[in-house]
């Protein structure tokens, strides 16, 4: 066993140093486009480029692998991100960075595509459950460390994309050097809405808000944090927070699941989600400690409603169907992360930064109507035949292929 994840440690590597610069990426193109004064709406816009770009590079990076091989389009696409990285730094352009967006957004979803493909072909049945549980920690490591990478230079200058650039060309030289078999090309990625509403449309409405608020929240959350006046370290910090107590607390709700109806945790999480942010709105601004624990609070239950709304619908569907069902429910995600962005910056314009957990409360609270609506509609599947829950975070339709629940 051991073995078999020492093979996978090249993957492994890749995937860390992919992650982090991506998350430091992420938060830094916001808060630089803060910087070079971009209208809030313009934000949105070049932030939700990334998720346009994202679900393109999900549905392509099947058929581009069966072209011309993993490794080529690995170093294509580390390419792109690299190059696309340092151009942000040349030129503050709205309408260049929303493309730029898009190509990173595409060319991550390749590479996370195609790395979680490698290693789902080099899982078994026996071991994917600790396969996953070792990618998930190394994910949500990975995310914590790229925000903290944003104290090592001035967000203002060109240091920090540089070294997103000099992240992503390291990533290459891993996956490069691996002397693990080539897999097969991962699966296209298929949405079918008609399918998924008819297996649980509690689910379907579940991943479309976690896209609209969480897609918000990453792309505007430091923006939130700047014009309440802090800097570099306290943006770490509290997305650093959501992360940690997302990774913490999903576990633990995903147990919780297993033995009650799934559909009042998911409904119990989206209240815990809608009163944390109705808490940062109103206290937020009173304090460091007010900030942060408000967004622990949003990571607890926010970051936990995705997998829960995965689980759920697997409960409806059959076991062959869960990676189409899975993946689906990931790209009405997207769509909702690519909305997300674009509306949230309106509110804020109108009524300021603390409006931005005003509507991710008023998102999730709708959730909570929605799921006590289906709850009243369905019966609930009784606790003994549902599927056990597994920590999700929504990343690309191929790390569904090593999910222990996809070998049933």
Known sequence: MTRKFLALGSLFISSAILLAGGALLGTLTSIR?????????AIGIVMAGYYLGFILGCLMTP?????????????ALSALAAASSLIFAIEPSTWLWTGLRVVVGFSFAGLYMIIESWINERSTNANRGQVLSIYRIIDFAAMTVGQYLLLLADPAGFVLFSLVAVLIAVAIVPVALTQIELP????????????????????VAGCFVVGLTNGAFWSIGPIYVQQMGYGSAMIASFMSAAILAGAAAQYPLGLLSDVVDRRMILILASVGAALAGAGLMALGVRSEFAMLAGAAGYGVFAMAIFGLAAAHANDHAEPEDFVAISGGLLLIYGLGSVAGPLVSPSIITAFGPSALFGYTAAMHAGLVVFGLYRTARRSNVPAGEQEHFVVARPTTPAVFEFDPRSSD
């Open 33 to 41: 486009a803060n910087l070079e004064g971009f209208p809030l709406q």
């Open 63 to 75: 058929e581009m692998v069966r072209r011309v091989g993993h490794i080529r389009v690995f170093a």
């Open 184 to 203: 097969s090309p991962p699966r296209e990625a298929k949405l079918n809405l008609r399918r998924l509403w008819a297996v649980s449309p509690l689910a």
